[in-house]
């Protein structure tokens, strides 16, 4: 079946480093991947969506890269900041059916 | 502004009731989805609906009913069947009526949470 894995660790940096998180997959080929930032009681927000051709895309601070290969994609924040701190998800489409699988988030705390 | 509006925000279902959630949204999607949220799970869907008069079981949909009679709006009920019903539950919407497949990004709102007393 196919299965989306993020660290479910939390993952503590200090402010001004540069914070990367892991998506990977299994058993699945999507077409594209997105990424979510969801803070506490609220729901996700969407970050950014990466193609399965395209190798890197950047917004602001924020970088995706997509790995077909490897099955995997990183988030990277650089210069990160205390109000980056959330829980950051994954997301990809299902082949064959209208349905999205999320990751269950890694959380991030930034320490000033 | 556009968005989408859950409520409400926090909600008490006693044993053998049903309860309604509600999910409205001015943001002229055709697509709008319920998500159940549990601790250190992914979000599971619940419900999809693509147009109006017309929706599909996502992967855990036992326990639960909507409706969608109208473009803005997705009401979830919670019967009874539901042994298990304590969790978050998130309601999102994406544009056109293939949503998932054109990788429109979802939007969501900012949940209910819903508790047994």
């Known amino acids: 079946s196919q299965k989306i894995e993020q660290n479910s660790e939390a993952l503590n940096i200090q402010e001004g480093k540069t914070a990367t998180l892991t998506c990977n997959y299994t058993?699945?080929?999507?077409?594209?991947l997105q990424w979510y930032r969801q803070d506490p009681g609220r729901g996700p927000v969407f970050l950014l969506l990466i193609r399965e051709n395209e190798k890197e895309k950047r917004k602001e601070r924020l970088k995706v890269t997509f790995d077909t290969t490897l099955k995997q994609s990183l988030f990277h924040i650089t210069a990160s900041q205390p109000a980056d701190s959330a829980t950051y998800l994954c997301?990809?489409?299902?082949?064959?059916?209208?349905?999205?699988?999320f990751g269950t988030g890694t959380r991030l705390k930034v320490l000033a | 502004d556009g968005g989408i509006t859950q409520s409400p925000k926090y909600l008490f279902r006693k044993e053998g009731q049903n309860v309604t959630l509600s999910c409205e949204q001015n943001?002229?999607?055709?697509?709008m989805y319920w998500y159940r949220q549990d601790p250190g799970q992914g979000l599971r869907l619940i419900y999809y609906s693509q147009i109006v008069n017309d929706f599909q079981k996502g992967d855990i949909a036992e326990g639960y009913s909507v409706s969608r009679e109208k473009k803005e709006s997705f009401p979830l009920t919670v019967t009874s069947a539901q042994k298990n019903p304590t969790a978050f539950y998130l309601c999102a919407s994406s544009s056109s009526g293939t949503g998932l497949r054109s990788n429109q990004p979802q939007h969501f709102g900012d949940g209910t949470r819903l508790s047994i007393l």
């Open positions: 058993n699945y080929s999507p077409a594209y």
């Open positions: 943001l002229n999607h055709d697509a």
């Open positions: 997301a990809l489409p299902t082949s064959g059916t209208y349905k999205y699988i």
